[in-house]
């Protein structure tokens, strides 16, 4: 039976000035360089070398290398010989070693994440961080054993179709035995096992299915496929599913097993700051507990494939997901390939998890594209490769602003959604009513959802006359109370994606707040603040009881009467000032106050047993940290 290896541990890594350092992975060359701005970060061929002895193993088995993420391109070479090139930096490649292997090995990865036309991303608003980056295993095999050399696939397919009460389990596995049978075991949540069958193409029925269920209920079986040959079990392989339906209907929204369940969430790009991509469970399971916390009950996971272990941290706790390739920005002749093979490596590898409903085929692809006959072209054969490949989930794209509602590329997915910041790059917050309704009054049948809104934000920039472009808390605040409530009104839109989850990299920004980054997230870089606009999303998503006072950033303010936000998800909230209650307020999500500031006030806001505090105080003139340059930048005083 298979075993699998851990072989990130001892690395050497030659940069490119040629100077070489011990590490282990995973592995970033850009985790300083591609988050502090000027568009000028290391972008080339580095390469990592290992040193190890062969592993033990039968004449009857065979080895691979299993790398989970290496940017953007890589050049797999053992003892000499090129095992494997792969294009693509987001996705799962293995190489077949055992013909090469000897006793004592040497192993030379070369990573380019240079500038060229034919592997995407090339142009978009985030760091493309060059390095291996995730997990790299080496698995040792059965000669007779389970696919492993189809677009990094688990070897296993696995489709729930729920009837009434019951569902039928397809389950198709792909071995290179030639005369191999493969037995079958399904298990609940529980380990019991609840049906069993034999076959590499197999209905299974399961009665009385337990369906998974989005955030209240994401139950998952086991899926177990053991491959026998001339009756010996010679291979074995698992995967987790989930059984459930669902739909979009463009009047009405999105439905889950057959209930309507509107998808209101966030999206995210996976870098951390000082670390870059080069992140681990510890940092996944970090953004996953603080998306659960605001009461997101969807991920867009942009621009690119993420990692497996994060897809089943959503299947595990029930997140719907839009899972796409990083075809963005810019169509490239040259890397129409490239896009076909970084599909099906994100499809053919993720198709078992429950939590991705929707396939995303590009983001923004109109910004700066030239030749728009080839790029249509190019996104219908995705479109139709998507399908053949999984009938079972719709495609859907993310539109730029600039894109109207007429184009042509708005209307080859089978649903769509748009990035719009009217409000923030454009004045007008009122607007997003105005282009949501319009299109939904052109064309009723056309599911719209936005994949794309938000502002940016920096936790330490406040105004008490907040404006658009001045990046600070409260006019963040102000923008998104308004969105929610346009959603709210809006049941008919599938999803809403805000942007971000979190402040990430873009070196080539280096307008307003800190050079290198996108501070549109309702959480720092670093996971470590929760900005105000963060307990926004949570009064109108999460079910968990709270108060929380804003702007308690904002401490010295220049009014003798200032304004005192309060977001809750309780019915009812008292606020009181140096112990003295001003005012109860019965109200939804967004309770506003009125209290005269004289001197130093302890606020405390207060509902049941829930309650928050705050100190502000009066100051002739705002602090210098706080004030806004006269363009409604941070006048330089980012700190």
Not at 279 to 295: C, F, P
Not at 477 to 500: G, S
Request: charged content about 25%.
């Amino acid at each position: 039976m298979r075993k699998e290896l851990l072989f990130n541990n001892d690395w050497s890594f030659t940069y490119f000035d040629g100077s070489v350092t011990p590490l282990n992975l995973p592995h970033t060359w850009n985790n300083k360089d591609g988050q502090d701005g000027g568009n000028d970060y290391k972008r080339g061929t580095c390469t990592y070398q290992k040193k190890f002895s062969a592993p033990e193993y039968s004449a009857d088995e065979q080895v691979y290398l299993d790398f989970a993420g290496v940017n953007a391109s890589a050049k797999v070479i053992l003892n000499g010989n090129v095992v494997g090139t792969h294009d693509g930096g987001y996705s799962t490649f293995r190489c077949n070693i055992t013909n090469v292997l000897q006793k004592e090995n040497t192993l030379v990865v070369e990573v380019d994440n240079s500038v060229n036309d034919r592997v995407y991303p090339q142009k978009a608003d985030f760091t493309f961080y060059g390095g291996i980056y995730r997990d790299v295993k080496m698995l040792i095999v059965n000669k007779n054993h389970f696919d492993l050399d189809y677009c990094g696939g688990p070897g296993i397919a696995v489709n729930a179709e729920v009837n009434g009460e019951n569902a039928d389990v397809w389950v198709r596995t792909w071995h290179n035995a030639e005369q191999g049978t493969v037995q079958l075991t399904i298990k609940d949540a529980e380990g019991k096992i609840v049906v069993q069958g034999e076959g590499t193409d197999t209905k299974l029925p399961i009665q009385n299915v337990h369906l998974w269920d989005g955030i209240e209920d994401p139950y998952l079986y086991t899926c177990e496929a053991v491959l026998l040959v001339n009756g010996e079990a010679v291979d074995n392989v698992s995967t987790h599913f989930g059984a459930r339906t669902f739909s979009v209907d463009p009047q009405k929204g999105f439905f889950l097993n057959g209930r309507s369940y509107p998808l209101r969430g966030v999206c995210r790009h996976q870098d951390w700051r000082g670390l870059g991509n080069a992140i681990g469970k510890e940092q996944h399971d970090t953004d996953m507990a603080i998306i659960r916390e605001v009461g997101a009950n969807t991920i867009r996971l942009a621009h690119y494939q993420h990692d497996q272990y994060f897809y089943d941290l959503c299947d595990k706790y029930g997140m719907v997901v839009w899972a796409e390739i990083p075809y963005i920005s810019e169509h490239m002749p040259n890397g129409r390939e490239n896009t076909i093979s970084q599909m099906k490596d994100l499809v053919i590898q993720n198709y078992n998890h429950a939590s991705i409903c929707f396939w995303g085929l590009s983001n923004e692809i109109t910004i700066s594209t030239k030749d728009n006959k080839d790029m249509l072209d190019n996104h219908r054969v995705l479109n139709d490769l998507v399908h053949e490949l999984d009938p079972s989930r719709p495609t859907t794209l993310a539109c730029y602003a600039m894109c109207g509602p007429f184009n042509k590329s708005a209307h080859i997915s089978d649903i769509v959604s748009w990035n719009l910041y009217l409000g923030w790059y454009v004045p007008g917050m009122f607007l997003n009513k105005l282009w949501i309704d319009f299109f939904h009054l052109v064309y009723p049948n056309r599911a719209l959802g936005y994949s794309e809104y938000g502002c940016e934000c920096m936790p330490n920039l406040h105004s008490s006359h907040p404006r658009r472009g001045d990046q600070s808390e409260e006019y963040q605040c102000k923008y998104n109370e308004y969105m929610l409530k346009v959603f709210e009104e809006r049941p008919f839109m599938w999803a809403t994606h805000l942007w971000n989850m979190f402040d990430f990299a873009a070196d080539a920004r280096n307008q307003g707040g800190e050079p290198g980054m996108n501070h549109k997230g309702l959480v720092t870089f670093d996971r470590k603040i929760k900005k105000d606009s963060f307990y926004v999303y949570k009064a109108y998503w999460s079910k968990e009881p709270f108060v929380y006072i804003a702007s308690k950033r904002y401490v010295e303010r220049p009014e003798k009467t200032t304004t005192v936000k309060v977001y809750s998800n309780c019915n009812s909230v008292t606020l009181y000032a140096n112990g003295k209650e001003i005012e109860t307020q019965v109200g939804d999500k967004v309770f506003t106050f009125e209290i005269p500031l004289t001197g130093e006030v302890k606020l405390e806001a207060v509902s049941g047993e829930n309650r928050d505090e705050a100190t502000i105080r009066y100051v002739e003139k705002a602090n210098p940290k706080y004030k806004l340059g006269k363009d409604g930048g941070n006048g330089g005083n980012w700190t």
